[in-house]
């Protein structure tokens, strides 16, 4: 079935360092990709999307491509800063109509000064 | 703040009461999902609504879930003869073009 299976966590990275966080999925068709980030004690937020294949969804400096040969869509900063502490959630939606969504088991990322 | 706001944010009740949640999802949307988060996990689709219909349950919604949308506006999800397994993180996510949109959250703590 659907699925997106997820880096696990939990990452710890110095300020300014590069992060990458893999996620790869399995679906039927061709699904819309997302990045949902959740900030200590708030809801989960969006944080970035891509719809088709190659397209590279980017906010705050966070950037994933949708590879379809590789079925990838990683999660990649160039220089991480300690506000990005959070759990990272990668998700799909199912075509063709974008009603089913699953998400990752989330990877957890913390910054230190 | 997203704009979908969750009720209450905390509940502990013990086993084998009922207890319901609710939602109010951002007034132009009209699709609702409910979701069940654990602890280390990402969400799990439990029921989703379009305006009032309630189009889609996973297996993991047993019978002693249901959910509600009356008038497609706000909805609850109410858990019956509650046991210690559904202690989770109940979320809600009102959606606008696949773009999801979550509350805060019910945290449910059966004793």
């Known amino acids: 079935g659907d699925s997106v299976t997820q880096m696990e966590g939990p990452v710890t990275l110095s300020e300014e360092a590069f992060l990458t966080i893999n996620c790869t999925y399995t679906?039927?068709?061709?699904?819309?990709l997302f990045w949902y980030v959740q900030y200590p004690g708030e809801g989960l937020q969006l944080l970035l999307k891509a719809t088709k294949a190659d397209d590279k969804g980017s906010n705050k400096g966070f950037e994933a491509t949708y590879r379809k040969e590789t079925t990838s869509f990683h999660l990649e900063k160039g220089s991480v800063q300690v506000s990005d502490s959070a759990v990272y959630f990668c998700?799909?939606?199912?075509?063709?109509?974008?009603?089913?969504?699953?998400f990752g088991t989330g990877t957890s990322l913390t910054v230190i000064p | 703040d997203t704009g979908v706001s969750q009720d209450p944010r905390h509940k502990i009740t013990k086993r084998g009461q009922n207890v319901t949640f609710r939602c109010d999802p951002i007034?132009?949307?009209?699709?609702l999902y409910w979701y069940r988060q654990t602890l280390g996990q990402g969400p799990e689709f439990l029921t989703y609504f379009q305006n009032e219909a309630q189009l889609e349950k996973s297996r993991l919604l047993s019978d002693r879930f249901s959910a509600e949308r009356p008038k497609g506006s706000f909805s609850t999800l109410e858990i019956q003869r509650t046991e210690q397994g559904d202690s989770a993180m109940y979320l809600c996510a009102s959606v606008l073009q696949e773009t999801q949109y979550f509350g805060p959250g019910t945290r449910l703590l059966v004793l």
């Open positions: 998700a799909l939606s199912v075509p063709p109509t974008g009603n089913q969504f699953y």
């Open positions: 007034s132009e949307h009209n699709r």
């Open positions: 679906a039927t068709g061709y699904p819309s």
